[in-house]
């Protein structure tokens, strides 16, 4: 097998996975089925809502495809009467076994929980790690044992807000799933980094430290990023960083943005998830 | 390009007290081989390193992609054990390695090494030093030791080196399959989510039976 840079499976052509480095052996193996049904492989989507772009996707990484094993991470965006983008990236923590139950019930209540408060409350009067605790409960109360459905959490709010004054943001997180501003071609830290990545990063349930949060402006041309660990870690450390930062200048489209996802980069075979919404550069 | 590496040591004792399970080592260490060629996750993420002892340490195969190896070289008995000598070469070769590994900017996880042995040193009062100084906690890169009792092993002694896990065999099961398992296990961890730092803090999730093998209390000194 060694030196063998002829995939026997998977895509050609113009599919094919981008190689940044040497190819990776896992990548080039045939994918196996896993055994959860309600959980794919990969999920895609995009949209466009007023001077915003949103691209997400969530796909197993090369190792969880090449064992049979379902897709750990979660990711969902939604719209919200045209006012705000909410989006949620939820990283699965290999050590639990139910950790895809506790990323997809993350996601979907963290959402909801906004989805239902930010009418109310506004972005002003809003506490996004409220969103946080919402989605806690909800990890803590689908079945015994919590902590086998342990899991990260980031989640972000992007308002529309008045044309020309860019769209104010909030986002707040449960562990250290990367999250990004894009501006410039390079991406910068969301939230404070600790220097030493912690070997008991935090997770839900019932997070140890409290929640990590970040608030600004989201400018014409820049773009919000939340990822988890397996496109985060790449992009901070490896050259997927200046790849993605160029392919992400402008919105690409949904395929195209699934492609770029699927870089090769050998030992990078985690489960590869990311959310981005672009503030379009102003026309004229 | 940089990668997240797992350095992996195994280390054979082929002491002539070993000579009835050499054949079934090298065997083993042919399946591994095989084992590993055919299992890309694995494959990828880890670096194989050989070390055969006796009276002396040899490196038998240096650190390397093991899909990258042809064919392994073969344990030969050797007259006496000293464990000493081959704690000594282990430190020395993991400094080199790392070192270099770093050097050429990849992301090194805290190395694994599989002891095996029938633990029965010849240097009983010298070895404990040269081990306090592999699993010296002011060396960034001290290995996590995994320790098999092959044969007629002394399970006090293995129980004594192994700082993470200890096994004594108790059949006719070869170490290949519990070797790859914990290849497998290993860099599965490797991937997980959080579970890591850059100066190779790796949460080990390894199996806790290995079949063949009895899981033994890892004794802290």
Request: with cysteine.
């Amino acid at each position: 097998m060694a030196g063998d840079t002829v995939r026997t499976w998977g895509d050609r052509g113009v599919f094919r996975p981008r190689e940044l480095g040497p190819p990776s052996l896992a990548l080039g193996a045939p994918w196996r089925l896993d055994p959860v049904a309600d959980v794919p492989d990969t999920v895609v989507e995009a949209g466009r809502v007023g001077a915003l772009e949103v691209r997400a996707a969530s796909s197993r990484g090369a190792s969880h495809r090449f064992d049979g094993v379902v897709r750990q991470d979660a990711v969902g965006v939604t719209e919200l009467a045209g006012r705000y983008v909410l989006t949620a990236v939820a990283g699965g923590v290999a050590a639990a076994t139910d950790t895809h139950l506790g990323a997809q019930l993350a996601v979907r209540h963290a959402l909801g929980y906004l989805a239902w408060t930010l009418p109310n409350t506004g972005l002003g009067a809003l506490d996004v790690a409220d969103a946080l605790r919402a989605a806690d409960r909800a990890v803590c109360a689908a079945g015994p044992d919590p902590a086998s459905r342990s899991t990260t959490l980031t989640v972000a709010v992007v308002e529309l807000g008045p044309t020309g004054r860019g769209h104010r943001y909030r986002a707040a997180r449960v562990g250290n799933s990367p999250a990004f501003l894009l501006t410039d071609g390079a991406f910068l830290p969301l939230f404070d980094e600790p220097a030493v990545r912690d070997p008991a990063a935090d997770s839900l349930p019932e997070p140890r430290r409290p929640a990590g949060r970040a608030r600004g402006v989201l400018r014409s041309g820049q773009a919000l990023v939340l990822t988890s660990d397996g496109v985060g870690v790449p992009v901070r450390e490896t050259p997927a960083g200046a790849y993605l930062a160029e392919a992400w200048s402008e919105p690409p489209g949904p395929v195209a943005y699934l492609h770029q996802l699927q870089f090769d980069l050998r030992t990078f075979d985690d489960d590869r998830t990311a959310a981005v919404v672009w503030a379009r550069r102003e026309e004229g | 390009m940089p990668e997240q590496i797992l350095p992996f040591y195994v280390v054979c004792d082929q002491s002539y007290s070993m000579a009835d399970h050499l054949d079934a080592l090298n065997d083993g260490l042919a399946q591994l081989h095989a084992a590993v060629g055919t299992d890309p996750v694995v494959a990828d993420k880890t670096r194989f390193c050989l070390i055969g002892f006796s009276g002396a340490a040899t490196v038998l195969a240096p650190l390397c992609r093991l899909s990258d190896i042809v064919e392994l070289v073969a344990l030969a008995t050797q007259p006496a054990t000293s464990f000493g000598e081959a704690f000594t070469l282990l430190r020395e070769t993991i400094d080199k390695d790392v070192a270099a590994l770093k050097a050429d900017g990849h992301q090194v996880y805290r190395p694994a090494v599989f002891f095996l042995s029938d633990g029965h040193p010849t240097d009983q009062t010298t070895w404990p030093a040269a081990y306090e100084r592999l699993v010296d906690p002011e060396w960034p890169a001290r290995p996590n030791i995994i320790s098999f009792g092959i044969g007629d092993a002394d399970a006090t002694t293995i129980g004594r080196i192994g700082t993470f896990q200890a096994f004594m065999s108790h059949g006719e099961v070869s170490p290949a399959t519990a070797l790859h398992s914990f290849a497998r296990a290993l860099t599965t961890s490797v991937v997980s989510s959080g579970g890591n730092t850059p100066d190779g803090d790796l949460m080990l999730q390894v199996p806790e039976r290995v079949a063949g093998f009895t899981a033994l209390q890892v004794d802290p000194i």
